[in-house]
């Protein structure tokens, strides 16, 4: 079976015009496409052109105070919304462009006939809860709107999905999307990050299993820092496919933070490329076997040379060209303990109780 992946892409992303000093600058988005056209993907893949959400678009997830806030500080030529969160005088259009985009991919995996889609926009969204910072963390992460939380809401709204699937492997928790699906089990949360009490925004630990309808649908793995791919591997396999393959969501949207890798400097992990390949044959995996229609990844972080490798990689595995290949990172024993640990912890408090999984 051959899948079919499309791209969107949009120069409109680079007026987000944070400082050359930022992490999250333009720069970010120009080494990924140099990256793919130097390797030849932009010859092969279809690229598509950005498209705008609307303000309604956005207040599916956002309050609409929340909105009129941002808007009314970035016209007014505030610099900065918090003190890690930077603007521009067009970085409120842009933000919209991010989220229709988004949108524009979930449109194309289900009206258009492609199986994939990698959405490469910015600025990144997933600590962008209803009304801001998420979950008392202390900023937006460099968020304005979050992307993958208005296509789910687009997908569950306007196409009547039942069951939508989000798996967040950026190396910090994605604390507004769990805020804003924390009582919802339309939408199935998974996230793999680095451990709250080593790392912004200081949330996602195991006991955070969701509220209400929600209960049990929301999965946090907070991994110890410096976890290589062996124990990342082993998360993949005992814990993320096997509750996508009992919730059978009937699109999986990812969002695609690279901060997890090895070099990343704002971040303490170890992956190296093999973790995010690993997660491309997962999704592979679950499109074949039907567990989930469609796919859609989302750029979120991702600060040194895994991003554009990464990003390079996922799309190549999909398209057949040369992969970027690294030696696999292997934790040390300690660390490969308390990565198991928490694995084990996973199976104890939310599989074992909501889903029915033993562990294996």
Not at 140 to 163: E, Q
Not at 251 to 275: E, I, R
């Amino acid at each position: 079976m051959t899948l079919s992946l499309c791209i969107i892409y949009d120069d409109v992303f680079l007026r987000h015009n944070t400082d050359p000093y930022h992490p999250e600058r333009p720069q970010r988005l120009m080494e990924i496409t140099k990256e793919l056209r130097e390797r030849n993907v932009l010859t092969k893949v279809k690229v598509e052109r950005a498209v705008k959400a609307s303000i309604d678009d956005v207040v599916r997830v956002h309050d609409e105070s929340y909105v009129k806030y941002v808007e009314k500080a970035i016209t007014s030529g505030k610099r900065y919304l918090d003190p890690d969160t930077q603007v521009s005088k067009e970085s409120f259009e842009v933000a919209l462009y991010a989220a229709g985009s988004t949108m524009l991919g979930c449109r194309k995996v289900l009206e258009e006939g492609h199986d994939l889609c990698f959405v490469l926009e910015r600025p990144p969204g997933h600590h962008a809860g209803k009304a801001g910072a998420a979950l008392g963390a202390p900023t937006l992460g460099f968020c304005i709107f979050n992307n993958v939380a208005i296509a789910a809401k687009l997908l569950i709204d306007k196409y009547g999905l039942r069951r939508v699937a989000i798996f967040d492997f950026d190396c910090h928790h994605g604390n507004g999307t769990q805020e804003i699906f924390y009582d919802d089990k339309s939408v199935l949360y998974i996230s793999t990050h680095q451990d709250g009490r080593t790392a912004y925004p200081g949330t996602g630990f195991i006991n955070e299993v969701g509220e209400g309808e929600g209960e049990g649908y929301n999965i946090n793995v907070p991994l110890p820092p410096f976890t290589g791919d062996d124990v990342y591997e082993e998360v993949l396999t005992r814990i993320v496919e096997r509750v996508l393959r009992e919730y059978k969501p009937e699109v999986l949207l990812l969002s695609a933070g690279f901060d997890a890798h090895k070099d990343d400097p704002l971040t303490s992990m170890g992956l190296s490329l093999n973790s995010y390949l690993k997660i491309a044959e997962m999704v592979e995996r679950l499109i074949e076997s039907g567990v989930t229609r469609k796919a859609v990844f989302v750029l979120e972080g991702g600060y040194g040379p895994g991003l554009s490798r990464g990003v390079y990689d996922i799309i190549a595995y999909f398209t057949g060209l040369p992969l970027i290949e690294e030696d696999k990172t292997i934790s040390t024993d300690k660390v490969k303990r308390d990565g198991l640990k928490v694995i084990e912890e996973v199976y104890e408090r939310v599989l074992k109780p909501y889903w029915g999984v033993e562990a294996c």
